[in-house]
């Protein structure tokens, strides 16, 4: 990794940094848009052209409020905990390819599948860990409902994920995507609604909606939070969300790579991996807007007793499919 | 700064003793017809989110305490509307035992909307004015 | 797991709400547009001050004693107190010589109460000052 | 379902020397005076005879000396009135609870306000005032006017409520606090939570108290039309039509037909948004924004048939002693049937939605259950009652305006849980709609107002309205002048507030939104 400047470029500008966070701004516009159109309401149309720049409007006010740090509350991790998780996320997205090579080009190595699923767990613990340190009654609540229902979709998710990793023979993301010519999810399509299902949990939309259910426990863990550090938790959990469907496009829908008509490769996987990952926010924030939410055992039922044999049995009939598409 | 200030005003609702039409109202500002959330406006679940206090009803001595603890556990800048007789000066309920009168009996108001209920119309034309003062380089909540 | 058993007739709102997507928002933008109002609407009163004999009716009669007799040239006139007003026009159907009308002036949202008192002078026939 | 005389009979008979006088209200409202002691034997004997019966209110109202209790108890079609005094000095009384639990929460209510102690009572603390209301001063009586509480009280400023300190210390204490975006109102419920189960709850009210019964003394009959309106926003013209109804009876005054019609208009379209609000905001509770955008949406079609014709969206001001304000134009007619057919084609989508939903129904069914005996113990009225069974409905029992000569019938699910009561709020629309149809087809000619003088003559009254939370209860003593001696208000969220005390324990926390919302809590109803 020769540290010139068209590293520096990647890495801060295009498919790194710049690119994450406006792509995730213009993702919360789109999610926005399209819930309240589901709801027959128009959504923000003031703040830029149709309302384009309200995610940012929100993030630059919430950095202008000010700072408020409850009394008792442990301070080191109240302060860092937002920060360091969005880090961890927007770091994970370096494993991702965006326009047909890694962020860091060469940074793919086999297994760092695994590397992007535990990264992303992590985070998900300091999301407890940011609640669990203001000393607000509801986000404690909020914290300990964190946990139990991320920690225990992790599960799942892993091993809905090793599926493609299967019939691609290999755990490197940027391989994975190479070998779909035919995407996987057409060839698994169970693997993949599970996987859509999962990812509603995993961030915590509508059906699994309980940690910061606005009802019952004020806002969960982000209830303490002010200033500065709301508008890094919010980012945070945009970040993630982006994250999970590029996971799913680069797993399932083939990642970048589609037919190039003409001109610069880059350009037209870019244009195929915004518009894959645009689909499948889509039909995420479909489902936020045709379920209710569960209740907390109920949620932790639909986890062990539904998501974790059938996400079993896909792997199995994945094998079987595996190996009769290319016997040993 | 102040266009961001501007184009995301979240919004807090508390009714400190209210018959609830004008809760009934500012709910209804969420629904499809009137949907403030052209103008980037939000229901925050909790103070620390809001930069508006939208109040209605009259204040009652047991709620008093309350609605100052909430505007004192918004951040700055913060800003109060007052929606309806009741909030502006205790409307009809003005005078009874368990009544302290008018929000600004106890926190700064800034905006007064009359009205029993003001139309949905009327409360967003408060929330426009206000934005406007805003604009104007109006200080929260100093007189 | 009766999850399951209960699938079974899919719920209307999968079909609804894809076909509210593509139907027009149901947003009245009001800033821009001004609604249409019914004309029977309890907006702001119109006093007629040619009209007004200064008998105090509407003033005993008011639930939320949002009006004040005020001395105007001599002559005691109804004074609005719009912050206190609940708008149920019982003094526009207690007055003798129903000086007082409702009209569809609906936005009074102001930044200061002081000109939330409506003077006798100034809202005469026209309709008031603001 | 014994009829009033039999009752009437049953008590004469075992009570026998024990009544004092016994006289009629009005025409089918027998009142029946009996010894302090001997109160207790009576209300027991009338809930004998009919086993359908309830407590429906307790007044109190000051005598000078004495203070008089009124058990109204509410039998099938009519309401007996069971009265005993108390001396004023150390008035004491015995407690009811035991016979029927659901009069803990209006004894507490005169406890607090008239200063009389129930003996056996379960809990008596304070209820509706706030913690540090001085334990001598009671708001209701005579001798204590508006003017010098403020002295009494000495710093008339704000007031601190108590901590709550669980007493078991394993149980989490979690305070439903004042502010919380669960409730449009300020309410506070803490619940003593073991793990995920409730384990007790302790209901605080009295954060919407603006002593209207208090105001009310102090304002002449038509300003009280304005003051008790605005009891409860959502259902202000059944407020405004009780009173009414229950003035017109002490007078005498016959309201003219178009005036009878037009006011079932107005209250059939008052519960139609009403309910549409509910279940919109039940949507909400349980995290189903969609269907809360949507309830709400076509909600403004009834919103706008409102405005058109009373002037104001909400408050309705609309009915008066007499009659009603304003007359319906021949040309609205139309256009108000043709939104009354779009709003129907919506119902039949929400039906569809409701029976089928499945996270829906995951979150409402078996949730909160409520078995008839209960309800009929805990005397719950409306559509929380009629949501486990109970047949009871004031617009049948007892018809008013002009529901005596319109068809509807009256809507009863038996499975008692959350799903249920919102399923009789929904064919409940139906119903209206129905309702409006029927009053608009048959709308008689004539004066829609009779002109009624300012001062009523001595006498007393009780007036019943079916609200869209259930029976609303007012009963009216005029002394002669033009100020009212004593209104009394029992609004019907304060009947069912007990129930959710026994509905919530033994629950899920995360079923507390769910079970609260489907009892359709009114708390400016439930504090007047």
Known sequence: MSLDLNFVFRVLVFPGFAFILLFTMFCDWVERKIEARMQNRMGPIYTGPVGVLQPLADFIKLLTKEDIVPFNAKNFVFRFAPIVSLSIFVFSFAFLPIDGASVVSGSNFEGDLILVLTLVSIANFLLFLSGWSSTNPYSAIGATRVLTQLLGYDIPLFILALAPAFLAGSLNIAAIANKQYVPFAFLIPWTFALFIINLQAELEKDPFDVPHAETEIVAGYETEYTGRRLAFLKLAKDVQMVLGAAIAVELFLGGPYGPIFYGLSAVWYTLWFVLKLLIVVVVTEYLTCIFARLRIDQVLVVNWKLLLPLALLSLAVTVGVGLWLNPL | MKWARLKSPWVLHFNSGACNACDIEVVALLTPRYDVERFGILLEPSPRHADILLTTGVVTRQCADRLKRIYEQMPEPKFVIAIGACACSGGVFEGNYNVIGGVDKVIPVDVYIPGCPPKPEAIIDGVVKLLKSIEGGKQSGKR | ?130 | MASADKILKALSDSLGKRIIQTRTLQPGKSYIQVQTGAHKDAVRIVLQEDNEAGVSAITGVDLGETIELMYHIRTCDTIITIGAEVPKKDAKIESITDIFPGANFHEREVSDLFGVTFEGHPNPKRLILPEDWPENVFPLRKEVSVANIPSKIGNFGVSKDEKHVSSEERLVNIVLGPQHPALIEPEKFSLRVDGEIVRGVEPRIGYVHRGIEKAAESRTYLQDIYLVERICGICNACHAACFCQTVEAIMGVSVPPRARYLRTIILELNRIHSHMLLLGHAGLEIGYETLFHYMWRDRELIMDIMEALTGNRVIASFITIGGVRRDLKEEDVPKIKAELTKLKERLSFYKNLFESDSTLKMRTRNVGVLSKQDALKLGVVGPVARGSGVNMDVRRDEPYAAYNEIPFNVITYDEGDSWARLMVRLDEVGESVNIIQYALDHLPTGPYRVRVPRTVPTGEAIGRVEAPRGELFYYVKSNGTAYPERVKVRTPTFANILSFVHIAEGGNVADVPASFVSLDPCFSCTDR
């Open chain 3, 1 to 130: 797991m009766k999850v399951k058993r209960e699938m079974a007739k899919l719920s209307p709102i999968l079909r609804e709400v894809i076909s509210q997507v593509f139907k027009k928002p149901a947003t009245r933008r009001y800033p821009e547009v001004k609604p249409k109002v019914p004309a029977g609407l309890r907006g702001r009163q119109i006093f007629d001050i040619t009209l007004c004999i200064s008998c105090g009716l509407c003033a005993r009669d008011c639930p939320a004693k949002a009006i004040e007799m005020v001395d105007v040239e001599g002559k005691m006139r109804p004074l609005f107190h719009l912050d206190r007003c609940i708008f149920c026009y019982q003094c526009a159907e207690s007055c003798p010589r129903n000086a007082i009308k409702s009209s569809e002036i609906f936005e009074l949202a102001s930044t200061n109460k002081s000109d939330l008192v409506v003077k006798p002078k100034e809202n005469s026939v026209s309709g008031g000052s603001q």
